[in-house]
């Protein structure tokens, strides 16, 4: 059964979607590294806030790296970073340098 939906309900519920995941990085998986998140899903929070950076200027808001990610994070990122962040492993950062490279050499 497929359910019709209008698009400002797609647009609420993805920005639903996005807050709740948002919130579960934020508060209940901040034991997970970002290099953790880059090197499975490609992907981490610093990732998310260049993208609420990049959807805001595409409608002309100018917002700045440092800005976007106090929004995404819900503090400056050297807090989050002193509170949360460890430091890389050298088995993370080979993990990171490969996934680098081969994303690299794939386009």
Same mark, same amino acid.
């Given at each position: 059964?497929?359910?019709? &939906?209008?698009?400002? /309900?797609?647009?609420?519920?993805?920005?639903?979607?996005?807050? /709740?995941?948002?919130?579960?990085?934020?508060? $209940?998986? /901040?034991?997970? %590294?970002? &290099?953790?998140?880059?090197?499975? *899903? =490609?992907?981490?929070?610093?990732?998310?806030?260049?993208?609420?950076?990049?959807?805001?200027?595409?409608? =002309?808001?100018?917002?700045? $790296?440092?800005? *976007?990610?106090? /929004?995404?994070? =819900?503090?400056?990122?050297?807090?989050? $970073?002193?509170?949360? %962040?460890?430091? *890389?492993?050298?088995?993370?950062?080979?993990?990171?340098?490969?996934?680098?490279?081969?994303?690299?050499?794939?386009?």
């Amino acid at each position: 059964m497929s359910t019709e &939906i209008d698009d400002q /309900t797609r647009i609420e519920l993805e920005a639903a979607a996005f807050r /709740t995941l948002r919130d579960h990085l934020m508060s $209940k998986r /901040t034991d997970v %590294q970002n &290099i953790d998140m880059m090197n499975l *899903a =490609g992907f981490c929070r610093n990732c998310l806030s260049r993208w609420y950076q990049e959807a805001a200027a595409e409608r =002309g808001i100018e917002m700045s $790296k440092e800005e *976007a990610r106090e /929004t995404f994070y =819900g503090m400056p990122y050297d807090q989050w $970073k002193s509170e949360h %962040q460890t430091e *890389a492993s050298d088995v993370q950062q080979e993990a990171f340098e490969t996934a680098f490279r081969e994303n690299v050499t794939e386009k």
